[in-house]
Every structure is written in structure tokens, then in C-alpha cells.
């Protein structure tokens, strides 16, 4: 079984900063990607970065230039690092991991809880 767990979240006065972490769990043999959504009240679900099968960075334009997503593939980790945040960046993070390889007792897709990030102007 695997588990996708988020921590880091906070609240911040606005241009503060925040290091959101995931990491995923259970079977060292099921190896995730990881990527970031978020979800304010009364919003839908919003995606915010990723790193792609090509190992490239893709952002969200109202994150472009604050956020920067990496990762740990050793530790089965990945991290969000949000700089300048504002007040309209308060909403519920959460990690969603892809698994790299299919393998049969890895779930393909696997979603964090998700950690609450809380900007006040």
C-alpha cells in the first residue's frame, strides 16, 4: 500500500515563505512523479507546478517566478518552495503522485490529504 503525505503548510504574512514537502510511502519498489495542486474555499481544484516525464518544470502563470518544484527520486520526495507568497495563494496544497513505471500494487495516481497554506495581507 502507498501512502502520498504533504507537510510544510503554515500560515505567513504576505511575501513570506513557505517549503511544502511529499512524500510517498508503502512499497519502495512503486516510484511516484509528483506534482502540486491547490484548492481554495469554494473553488475548484487548481494546478500549480509539476515536473514532467521529461523531467521538466511546468508552472502555473500565477505562480511563475515564485514557486519552484523539485524533487528526490532516491527518497520517493518531492518539494514546492514558495517565495513572495500572496494573499490569493491561501488555499489547501496537495500532492498528487504519478507513478513512473507501472507495476502491478501501485496505484497509478495517489493523493496527499494536503497541507493548508495561509497568506494574511
Known amino acids: 500500500q502507498v501512502r502520498v503525505v504533504e507537510s510544510g503548510g503554515g500560515s505567513v504574512p504576505a511575501g513570506g515563505s513557505l517549503r511544502l514537502t511529499c512524500v510517498a510511502s508503502?512499497?519502495?519498489?512503486?516510484?511516484?512523479?509528483m506534482s502540486w495542486y491547490r484548492q481554495a474555499p469554494g473553488k475548484e481544484r487548481e494546478f500549480v507546478a509539476e515536473?514532467?516525464?521529461?523531467?521538466?518544470?511546468g508552472y502555473d502563470d500565477s505562480v511563475k517566478g515564485r514557486f519552484t518544484i523539485s524533487q528526490d527520486s532516491a527518497e520517493n520526495k518531492g518539494f514546492l518552495q514558495m517565495e513572495s507568497l500572496k494573499p490569493e495563494d491561501t488555499a489547501m496544497y496537495f500532492c498528487?503522485?504519478?507513478?513512473?513505471?507501472?507495476?502491478?500494487?501501485?496505484?497509478?495516481?495517489?493523493w496527499g490529504q494536503g497541507t493548508q497554506v495561509t497568506v494574511s495581507s
Open positions: 498528487k503522485g504519478t507513478v513512473k513505471q507501472r507495476r502491478i500494487g501501485c496505484p497509478p495516481i495517489q
Open positions: 515536473i514532467d516525464v521529461d523531467d521538466a518544470a
Open positions: 508503502g512499497d519502495p519498489n512503486c516510484r511516484y512523479r
